[in-house]
């Protein structure tokens, strides 16, 4: 307030001018995405199991998913004690189910970080160069996109062995390709405009056209891309997990599945087991996917009369 | 898009009734066998997963059968046999009514040639060679006598397990051959056995294989016409197909499986006992065999025996039991299971391992390994112990349920640790070359406790030893007990041997466990287990339920106790194996049972374990 | 799965081919199997470098215990090439991969080319038919619902095909074996729970079928989304677009337009996904074989990851590759020829 009061109106730097524009851009972007109702269903629900991660300390006791300290017996049915019955080792299914939103969350989320590094660098660098490097880097983009990915992330998994951070970095490698091709073709079109051009005359550098000009420019893109990879590499986990290529020490939903599944829940009849994770899992590659449907329509007009 | 679905199904419904095989139409009685693991290979010197042992078993006969009550070694193929005073010269008699499924006849030329492949080495000895150890002769000195004639005794016969092959056959498939030879029908030479099944139709991988009965078998017909196995991936549809009637049998399965079809009408589910035991393992300190020197990364704390044994008390066997082996199996403390009682010696009142976290802290104590400032605690030096690397089989969910409770309480013991899972060829690597801490794994026991014995010397190291364990006292009472004369004697001395594992604590034995099996009553009777009671109903020594099962009509023509008295019967009119098999021995035997046992139980463990 | 993500990675892509000259079809081809040939090359190479950062004693791993004395471990090393040095190895398996020698499976000791023969056509019906009817249903799907924006069949079928697409294919299959093949409840065990045949010595037409319908319709239902998104927005686009206005201005009906022009050129985007897709739908075959025990290359690749049998895996993986690899140039050059704007 008192720093606005101590500035004239008239001498806004352009740093300002910048700050604000993008804010109002960011308002204005809100303003559509909030017309999207799938969009904010989506978000609610992300926010929901967001909050619920974050909070799993206070939801749920940490000594719930200890399997020396669990409180209850082998498989018990759903009950007021245990809202959503025990699994194998006695542990509440419902306090794994929300410690297991943290892993989840962060397979998903970090490997979808490395994803949208790597695609963005890759996109950007072979949209920007032309000559053989940008043609090449295209190229290895393009092998990527054919090598199917679970046979990969399986061949990838095996050689470097079981962690959780194994699991994040197998899923961030196999999933950029599709950002790459789209963060390139972004990149040729703005690279044709006007305002490039006049920077170029101007004589901008390279790294200052990528950084000021383009990047702003692609990530709206990158970002609604991104929320559609989360919900790809959550899926991902899961199955890797079942294909007994997760991290067993950790408690996520994909693990948690996989143990429903070997423990035998249709024989057992432990649908409490093996539901409640599932749906988890479709709920948040749910939120993410219309998430990053809305978003889309946000930031490429060209897709607004698909609503 | 339900309307979508039902459309689909509705599409489809004509195929489904006219897919469904129609029951009525069957004359034939099909055993069917849900398998949750493939056969690796048809040919008996290549296989080494479980339910290749089982095909060759029904396709193939053997010298030495096994009883059903507690698997001591009954006539087979051979009638009798008998050693002589030095245990230097061995005479098998062999039957002169069984024939090959071609027609011609089955003699001792093709033992002796079945043996003395194995004997002459290449990758037909890969499996069986060891058995075999120490002999140097072997002859078919007329149609119905093998003669084997060894350098030393040795302790594992007459038990020969290996398949007898036919030698009209067999002799064209050299030495380079035979290591990618399929044996299976549709191959060349054609598949030509003389058990009591003949293989109409599978692939080694495959997911089905078909058998069909030979009426013409030297102990009778089976009651049945065919077997199939099917193998399923995963244990609900395995399970499911069972309740349906698609299949007759499941395998392998787990204590709340068993649980919940033990509700089920018209199903036996049991969980039967498994001759062995799991452990968990330490890295006693590994060296290089050659030189003596330290290899691999092993932490050294767990070189001292006393840290080893004050773990002992950090374990719940009771709450393992419960959580990872679901109740079925009993808590484990020795190297001999108590399926053999008279071998076994049982660790009473202050000996035995109770779950005491305190005494745990105060034996550490004791020993140097106090607490740190930080709450966690360091070597008698002074240093940090680190983290203890605990690997669990990939394949297994026990073996990675026993590690992370073990964990928990190391870590309430003020020791960190960190449970991570992988394959078991890799865990065979790692453990060889010395880098690993603790893993989990098991053993199957052999009914003379022998075998086992001796991968604990230190003869063993980089062998058949896991745990790099070496005891010269331990080693000293083991060539005692295997050159005993006095049964009495021998069985203290194997007592003691037992105690000295117990105390230096290589292992922590965590669990006599089980295997789940279930059947149909409505379909097949005259089912039964191995041993009796007790045991299990498939994956025997031997094949007598395949023989002996009747279709469920036919229940009050059981052989049940005829069979048992017959079997005796023809015990006692062979020449056992007196004492004068224990004497002597040597490291041959010991080799030879090794191999079996490792096999053994890594078939065990790599089938058993599978939920 | 990803295609949600790429199929937007490929519109813009095509776009801006669009704007670009014209070439021969000849010219196109080359390009395309030049860049395949490449890909595949690629896998090759990979595949080989992939496996020999392997950690730990390769004879050890792979001997599965069997190998306990250093003549054994040297003779296997020998066998399998494995004494030689790396370039001298990768020679090797070029050569061998020239004759369709892929090594032999460390379990069965069969070759793995062979055993890839014999699961890949449980595989190719299964990954063919689902994409074939996800395809069809998809595309069905989608125009209508782009037809009908905002009704409630719309809304009720886009929601549904979401939902299908954020499960696990492995879950839905055996949430499905639960209802249909077990039998819960009201639903009876209609289909049987696992396998390809009840009787393999003589597999029949309609036994096959009846074994395939459950896993058919996991695969299908689970990649439905993929084609049924992609072709409703494209159709919205076209309809879009002004010569539908011009073609509306001559008269012509509703149902007319939307046939002759725009679902016609609608569905040139929804191709290229088809073929972009089948790595996707290889992905989810590998999981539903396993919960359906469907004796294919899926499985094969699953049980190499027991032990682990590594050249079994090897061989799956640049299978399951080339196969993507052929089936995307195959679309491509259908897609050139179709679309002769592509054509850059």
Same mark, same amino acid.
């Given at each position: 307030?008192?720093?606005?009061?101590?500035?004239?109106?008239?001498?806004?730097?352009?740093?300002?001018?910048?700050?604000?524009?993008?804010?109002?851009?960011?308002?204005?972007?809100?303003?559509?995405?909030?017309?999207?109702?799938?969009? @904010?269903?989506?978000?609610?629900?992300?926010?929901?199991?967001?909050?619920?991660?974050?909070?799993?300390?206070?939801?749920?006791?940490?000594?719930?998913?200890?399997?020396?300290?669990?409180?209850?017996?082998?498989?018990? +049915?759903?009950?007021?004690?245990?809202?959503?019955?025990?699994?194998?080792?006695?542990?509440?299914?419902?306090?794994?189910?929300?410690?297991?939103?943290?892993?989840?969350?962060?397979?998903?989320?970090?490997?979808?970080?490395?994803?949208?590094?790597?695609?963005?660098?890759?996109?950007?660098?072979?949209?920007?160069?032309?000559?053989?490097?940008?043609?090449?880097?295209?190229?290895?983009?393009?092998?990527?996109?054919?090598?199917?990915?679970?046979?990969?992330?399986?061949?990838?998994?095996?050689?470097?062995?079981?962690?959780?951070?194994?699991?994040?970095? %197998?899923?961030?490698?196999?999933?950029?390709?599709?950002?790459?091709?789209?963060?390139?073709?972004?990149?040729?079109?703005?690279?044709?405009?006007?305002?490039?051009?006049?920077?170029?005359?101007?004589?901008?550098? $390279?790294?200052?056209?990528?950084?000021?000009?383009?990047?702003?420019?692609?990530?709206?893109?990158?970002?609604?891309?991104?929320?559609?990879?989360?919900?790809?590499?959550?899926?991902?986990?899961?199955?890797?997990?079942?294909?007994?290529?997760?991290?067993?020490?950790?408690?996520?939903?994909?693990?948690?599945?996989?143990?429903?599944?070997?423990?035998?829940?249709?024989?057992?009849?432990?649908?409490?087991?093996?539901?409640?994770?599932?749906?988890?899992?479709?709920?948040?590659?749910?939120?993410?996917?219309?998430?990053?449907?809305?978003?889309?329509?946000?930031?490429?007009? $060209?897709?607004?009369?698909?609503? | 898009?339900?309307?979508?679905?039902?459309?689909?199904?509705?599409?489809?419904?004509?195929?489904?009734?006219?897919?469904?095989?129609?029951?009525?139409?069957?004359?034939?009685?099909?055993?069917?066998?849900?398998?949750?693991?493939?056969?690796?290979?048809?040919?008996?010197?290549?296989?080494?997963?479980?339910?290749?042992?089982?095909?060759?078993?029904?396709?193939?006969?053997?010298?030495?059968?096994?009883?059903?009550?507690?698997?001591?070694?009954?006539?087979?193929?051979?009638?009798?046999?008998?050693?002589?005073?030095?245990?230097?010269?061995?005479?098998? /008699?062999?039957?002169?009514?069984?024939?090959?499924?071609?027609?011609?006849?089955?003699?001792?030329?093709?033992?002796?040639? /079945?043996?003395?492949?194995?004997?002459?080495?290449?990758?037909?000895?890969?499996?069986?060679?060891?058995?075999?150890?120490?002999?140097?002769?072997?002859?078919?000195?007329?149609?119905?006598?093998?003669?084997?004639?060894?350098?030393?005794?040795?302790?594992?016969? #007459?038990?020969?397990?290996?398949?007898?092959?036919?030698?009209?056959?067999?002799?064209?498939?050299?030495?380079?051959?035979?290591?990618?030879?399929?044996?299976? #029908?549709?191959?060349?030479?054609?598949?030509?056995?003389?058990?009591?099944?003949?293989?109409?139709?599978?692939?080694?991988?495959?997911?089905?294989?078909?058998?069909?009965?030979?009426?013409?078998?030297?102990?009778?017909?089976?009651?049945?016409?065919?077997?199939?196995?099917?193998?399923?991936?995963?244990?609900?549809?395995?399970?499911?197909?069972?309740?349906?009637?698609?299949?007759?049998?499941?395998?392998?399965?787990?204590?709340? =499986?068993? =649980?919940?079809?033990?509700?089920?009408?018209?199903?036996?589910?049991?969980?039967?006992?498994?001759?062995?035991?799991?452990?968990?393992?330490?890295?006693?300190?590994?060296?290089?065999?050659?030189?003596?020197?330290?290899?691999?990364?092993?932490?050294?704390?767990?070189?001292?025996?006393?840290?080893? +044994?004050?773990?002992?008390?950090?374990?719940?066997?009771?709450?393992?039991?419960?959580?990872?082996?679901?109740?079925?199996?009993?808590?484990?403390?020795?190297?001999?299971?108590?399926?053999?009682?008279?071998?076994?010696?049982?660790?009473?009142?202050?000996?035995?391992?109770?779950?005491?976290?305190?005494?745990?802290?105060?034996?550490?104590?004791?020993?140097?390994?106090?607490?740190?400032?930080?709450?966690?605690?360091?070597?008698?030096?002074?240093?940090?112990?680190?983290?203890?690397?605990?690997?669990? $089989?990939?394949?297994?969910?026990?073996?990675?349920?026993?590690?992370?409770?073990?964990?928990?309480?190391?870590?309430?013991?003020?020791?960190?640790?960190?449970?991570?899972?992988?394959?078991?060829?890799?865990?065979? *690597?790692?453990?060889?070359?010395? *880098?690993?801490?603790?893993?989990?794994?098991?053993?199957?026991?052999?009914?003379?406790? *022998?075998?086992?014995?001796?991968?604990?010397?230190?003869?063993?190291?980089?062998?058949?030893?896991?745990?790099?364990?070496?005891?010269?006292?331990?080693?000293?009472?083991?060539?005692?007990? +295997?050159?005993?004369?006095?049964?009495?004697?021998?069985?203290?001395?194997?007592?003691?041997?037992? =105690?000295?594992?117990?105390?230096?604590?290589?292992?922590?034995?965590?669990?006599?466990?089980?295997?789940?099996?279930?059947?149909?009553?409505?379909?097949?009777?005259?089912?039964?287990?191995?041993?009796?009671?007790?045991?299990?109903?498939?994956?025997?020594?031997?094949?007598?339920?395949?023989?002996?099962?009747?279709?469920?009509?036919?229940?009050?023509?059981?052989?049940?106790?005829?069979? %048992?008295?017959?079997?005796?019967?023809?015990?006692?009119?062979?020449?056992?194996?007196?004492?004068?098999?224990?004497?002597?021995?040597?490291?041959?035997?010991?080799?030879?049972?090794?191999?079996?046992?490792?096999?053994?139980?890594?078939?065990?463990?790599?089938?058993?374990?599978?939920? | 799965?990803? /295609?949600?993500?790429?199929?937007?990675?490929?519109?813009?892509?095509?776009?801006?081919?669009?704007?670009?000259?014209?070439?021969?079809?000849?010219?196109?081809?080359?390009?395309?199997?030049?860049?395949?040939?490449?890909?595949?090359?690629?896998?090759?190479?990979?595949?080989?470098?992939?496996?020999?950062?392997?950690?730990?004693?390769?004879?050890?791993?792979?001997?599965?215990?069997?190998?306990?004395?250093?003549?054994?471990?040297?003779?296997?090393?020998?066998?399998?090439?494995?004494? =030689?040095?790396?370039?001298?190895?990768?020679?090797?398996?070029?050569?061998?991969?020239?004759?369709?020698?892929?090594?032999?499976?460390?379990?069965?000791?069969?070759?793995?080319?062979?055993?890839?023969?014999?699961?890949?056509?449980?595989?190719?019906?299964?990954?063919?038919?689902?994409?074939?009817?996800?395809?069809?249903?998809?595309?069905?799907?989608?125009?209508?619902?782009?037809?009908? $924006?905002?009704?409630?069949?719309?809304?009720?079928?886009?929601?549904?095909?979401?939902?299908?697409?954020?499960?696990?294919?492995?879950?839905?299959?055996?949430?499905?074996?639960?209802?249909?093949?077990?039998?819960?409840?009201?639903?009876?065990?209609?289909?049987?729970?696992?396998?390809?045949?009840?009787?393999?010595?003589?597999?029949?037409?309609?036994?096959?079928?009846?074994?395939?319908?459950?896993?058919?319709?996991?695969?299908?239902?689970?990649?439905?989304?993929?084609?049924?998104?992609?072709?409703?927005?494209?159709?919205? *686009?076209?309809?879009?677009?002004?010569?539908?206005?011009?073609?509306?201005?001559?008269?012509?009906?509703?149902?007319?337009?939307?046939?002759? +022009?725009?679902?016609?050129?609608?569905?040139?985007?929804?191709?290229?996904?088809?073929?972009?897709?089948?790595?996707?739908?290889?992905?989810?075959?590998?999981?539903?074989?396993?919960?359906?025990?469907?004796?294919?290359?899926?499985? @094969?690749?699953?049980?190499?990851?027991?032990?682990?049998?590594?050249?079994?895996?090897?061989?799956?993986?640049?299978?399951?590759?080339?196969?993507?690899?052929?089936?995307?140039? %195959?679309?491509?050059?259908?897609?050139? @020829?179709?679309?002769?704007?592509?054509?850059?």
């Amino acid at each position: 307030m008192s720093a606005a009061s101590t500035t004239p109106r008239a001498a806004v730097s352009a740093r300002q001018l910048a700050w604000r524009r993008r804010r109002e851009t960011l308002r204005r972007g809100w303003a559509e995405f909030r017309q999207h109702r799938a969009g @904010l269903v989506g978000l609610g629900i992300l926010v929901v199991f967001v909050v619920v991660a974050l909070a799993a300390p206070l939801l749920a006791s940490s000594t719930d998913i200890s399997v020396t300290r669990a409180p209850g017996g082998v498989l018990e +049915h759903p009950s007021s004690t245990y809202w959503l019955g025990t699994d194998d080792s006695g542990r509440p299914v419902l306090s794994l189910l929300i410690w297991g939103a943290r892993i989840s969350l962060l397979v998903g989320l970090t490997a979808t970080v490395i994803s949208m590094v790597i695609g963005t660098l890759v996109g950007l660098m072979s949209g920007y160069f032309e000559g053989w490097g940008g043609a090449l880097l295209f190229r290895v983009t393009e092998w990527f996109l054919v090598i199917p990915f679970l046979p990969l992330a399986i061949v990838l998994a095996t050689v470097l062995g079981r962690s959780l951070f194994n699991i994040i970095l %197998v899923i961030g490698i196999t999933s950029w390709p599709a950002t790459a091709l789209l963060i390139r073709s972004q990149t040729l079109s703005i690279k044709e405009r006007p305002y490039l051009e006049r920077a170029r005359v101007l004589g901008a550098g $390279r790294s200052h056209q990528i950084g000021r000009h383009i990047l702003p420019n692609v990530m709206p893109m990158v970002f609604a891309n991104t929320t559609l990879t989360v919900a790809i590499a959550i899926l991902t986990e899961t199955t890797l997990s079942f294909l007994g290529l997760g991290d067993p020490t950790r408690v996520s939903w994909g693990t948690m599945l996989d143990q429903a599944y070997s423990v035998g829940a249709i024989t057992t009849g432990s649908w409490w087991f093996f539901m409640p994770p599932g749906i988890c899992v479709i709920l948040v590659v749910l939120s993410f996917t219309l998430i990053g449907q809305a978003l889309e329509d946000v930031v490429n007009p $060209r897709l607004k009369a698909r609503r | 898009m339900a309307a979508a679905a039902g459309l689909l199904l509705a599409a489809l419904a004509p195929a489904v009734a006219l897919g469904q095989p129609a029951g009525a139409a069957e004359d034939k009685v099909v055993f069917t066998v849900g398998l949750d693991n493939e056969v690796d290979s048809f040919n008996p010197f290549l296989g080494i997963e479980a339910p290749s042992f089982e095909m060759w078993a029904l396709e193939y006969d053997y010298l030495i059968g096994y009883s059903m009550s507690d698997m001591q070694p009954e006539p087979g193929l051979a009638t009798k046999w008998e050693t002589s005073d030095d245990g230097l010269t061995w005479t098998f /008699t062999i039957r002169d009514d069984v024939t090959w499924s071609d027609g011609e006849p089955l003699t001792a030329d093709d033992v002796a040639f /079945t043996l003395n492949r194995i004997l002459d080495g290449g990758p037909e000895a890969a499996t069986w060679g060891s058995y075999l150890k120490g002999t140097k002769t072997i002859t078919a000195t007329d149609p119905t006598t093998v003669v084997l004639e060894l350098k030393q005794p040795n302790a594992v016969l #007459p038990l020969l397990p290996m398949p007898i092959v036919p030698e009209h056959i067999w002799k064209d498939i050299d030495e380079k051959a035979v290591k990618t030879f399929a044996n299976e #029908p549709g191959g060349s030479p054609a598949v030509v056995g003389s058990g009591p099944f003949r293989m109409v139709s599978g692939t080694a991988g495959g997911s089905e294989y078909r058998f069909e009965a030979n009426p013409d078998y030297w102990k009778g017909a089976p009651h049945i016409d065919e077997i199939v196995f099917k193998v399923y991936k995963a244990k609900d549809p395995m399970i499911a197909a069972l309740k349906k009637g698609e299949i007759d049998f499941a395998e392998n399965l787990n204590a709340l =499986q068993v =649980q919940a079809l033990q509700n089920e009408p018209n199903i036996e589910a049991i969980n039967g006992d498994s001759p062995g035991f799991d452990e968990i393992a330490f890295n006693t300190g590994a060296i290089d065999t050659g030189t003596g020197k330290p290899i691999g990364d092993g932490n050294a704390v767990l070189k001292d025996p006393k840290f080893r +044994h004050a773990l002992g008390y950090a374990v719940n066997l009771d709450e393992i039991i419960e959580k990872a082996y679901y109740g079925a199996g009993k808590p484990g403390d020795t190297i001999v299971p108590p399926a053999y009682a008279n071998w076994k010696w049982t660790p009473e009142g202050d000996q035995a391992f109770t779950f005491d976290l305190d005494k745990a802290g105060q034996l550490l104590d004791e020993a140097g390994y106090t607490m740190g400032s930080d709450g966690k605690r360091t070597t008698p030096d002074g240093k940090p112990i680190g983290t203890l690397r605990l690997m669990a $089989r990939a394949d297994s969910e026990t073996s990675l349920k026993v590690l992370t409770f073990f964990s928990e309480w190391l870590g309430e013991l003020g020791i960190d640790s960190k449970v991570s899972s992988i394959e078991e060829g890799k865990l065979t *690597d790692v453990i060889l070359s010395g *880098d690993f801490d603790i893993f989990e794994w098991g053993w199957y026991v052999e009914p003379d406790p *022998d075998s086992m014995l001796s991968y604990m010397t230190c003869g063993q190291l980089g062998n058949w030893s896991d745990s790099w364990y070496c005891n010269k006292e331990y080693d000293a009472l083991y060539d005692q007990q +295997h050159s005993e004369t006095d049964d009495a004697a021998r069985v203290e001395e194997v007592k003691q041997m037992q =105690q000295i594992v117990f105390d230096d604590s290589p292992y922590l034995v965590t669990a006599y466990n089980t295997v789940g099996e279930a059947f149909r009553t409505d379909r097949f009777a005259c089912m039964r287990p191995q041993p009796d009671p007790g045991g299990i109903y498939i994956f025997q020594y031997g094949v007598y339920n395949y023989l002996h099962m009747r279709p469920a009509a036919e229940a009050d023509q059981c052989e049940g106790e005829a069979g %048992v008295t017959q079997a005796s019967d023809a015990t006692e009119s062979s020449s056992g194996p007196g004492t004068g098999v224990l004497v002597g021995g040597g490291i041959a035997a010991v080799a030879a049972l090794a191999a079996i046992g490792f096999v053994m139980a890594r078939r065990r463990s790599t089938a058993g374990d599978r939920e | 799965m990803t /295609t949600l993500a790429t199929a937007d990675a490929a519109v813009p892509e095509a776009e801006a081919r669009r704007s670009g000259g014209r070439r021969s079809y000849g010219r196109y081809v080359l390009g395309k199997v030049a860049g395949s040939a490449a890909s595949l090359a690629f896998v090759v190479v990979l595949n080989f470098f992939l496996f020999r950062v392997l950690p730990g004693d390769p004879a050890r791993t792979l001997g599965r215990g069997r190998l306990n004395t250093p003549e054994a471990i040297a003779e296997f090393n020998k066998t399998y090439g494995l004494d =030689q040095p790396l370039p001298q190895q990768f020679v090797t398996y070029l050569g061998n991969l020239l004759h369709g020698d892929m090594g032999l499976a460390i379990s069965t000791r069969a070759p793995v080319s062979q055993l890839i023969l014999d699961r890949m056509w449980p595989t190719l019906l299964l990954v063919g038919t689902s994409t074939v009817l996800a395809t069809l249903l998809g595309v069905w799907l989608g125009m209508n619902q782009a037809w009908k $924006r905002g009704s409630f069949f719309d809304k009720s079928t886009t929601w549904t095909s979401l939902v299908l697409y954020s499960m696990p294919e492995w879950w839905l299959g055996m949430v499905l074996i639960a209802l249909l093949a077990s039998g819960v409840g009201p639903f009876l065990g209609w289909f049987p729970t696992g396998g390809l045949h009840t009787d393999a010595a003589n597999p029949t037409v309609l036994d096959t079928v009846w074994h395939l319908t459950l896993p058919v319709i996991t695969l299908t239902l689970a990649y439905l989304a993929d084609y049924s998104l992609i072709m409703r927005s494209s159709l919205l *686009d076209e309809l879009g677009e002004d010569y539908l206005t011009t073609a509306r201005a001559k008269g012509l009906r509703d149902l007319q337009v939307r046939n002759r +022009h725009a679902a016609r050129n609608a569905l040139l985007p929804t191709t290229t996904l088809i073929a972009l897709n089948l790595g996707f739908v290889v992905a989810g075959a590998i999981t539903v074989e396993t919960v359906f025990s469907i004796p294919g290359l899926g499985l @094969l690749a699953v049980e190499g990851l027991r032990g682990p049998d590594l050249w079994l895996l090897q061989g799956t993986f640049l299978v399951a590759s080339a196969g993507v690899i052929l089936a995307n140039l %195959v679309a491509n050059l259908l897609y050139g @020829l179709l679309d002769p704007r592509v054509r850059v």
